[in-house]
């Protein structure tokens, strides 16, 4: 019944830009925190950042000043753009739905997405 779908992955040179979507369909999110995580072959699944249902976002140190994560309520889809890709950024980028606090704890998000693949080149 509830599905996350992740778009807008691809190929890019480092330096380069790419601006993902995440569209959520069976129910609203709106008053939920939604999230980004990614996960590169052989590693954990990491917390990238969120947002809350106010707006206010979150971004592990790694990403902050690159990434900016942003939702259409009226969607229901959340975004990251994505700025200054590096080749360290290469991985699976999933969205979910968070259910509580922490919000870079991936055991409380209780919906995923299928995730997309993001690969960048030097």
């Known amino acids: 019944q509830v599905q996350l779908v992740e778009s807008g992955g691809g190929l890019v040179q480092a330096g380069g830009s790419l601006r993902l979507s995440c569209a959520a369909s069976?129910?609203?999110?709106?008053?939920?925190?939604m999230g980004w995580f990614r996960q590169a072959p052989g590693k954990e699944r990491e917390f990238v950042g969120a947002i809350t249902w106010s707006g206010y976002t979150y971004y592990a140190d790694s990403v902050k000043g690159r990434f900016t994560i942003s939702r259409d309520k009226a969607k229901n889809t959340v975004y990251l753009q994505m700025n200054s890709l590096k080749p360290e950024d290469t991985a699976v980028y999933y969205c979910?739905?968070?259910?509580?606090?922490?919000?870079?704890?991936?055991?409380?998000?209780?919906?995923w997405g299928q995730g997309t693949q993001v690969t960048v080149s030097s």
């Open positions: 069976g129910r609203s999110f709106s008053s939920y925190t």
């Open positions: 979910g739905v968070n259910s509580g606090t922490p919000y870079f704890d991936r055991r409380r998000y209780d919906y």
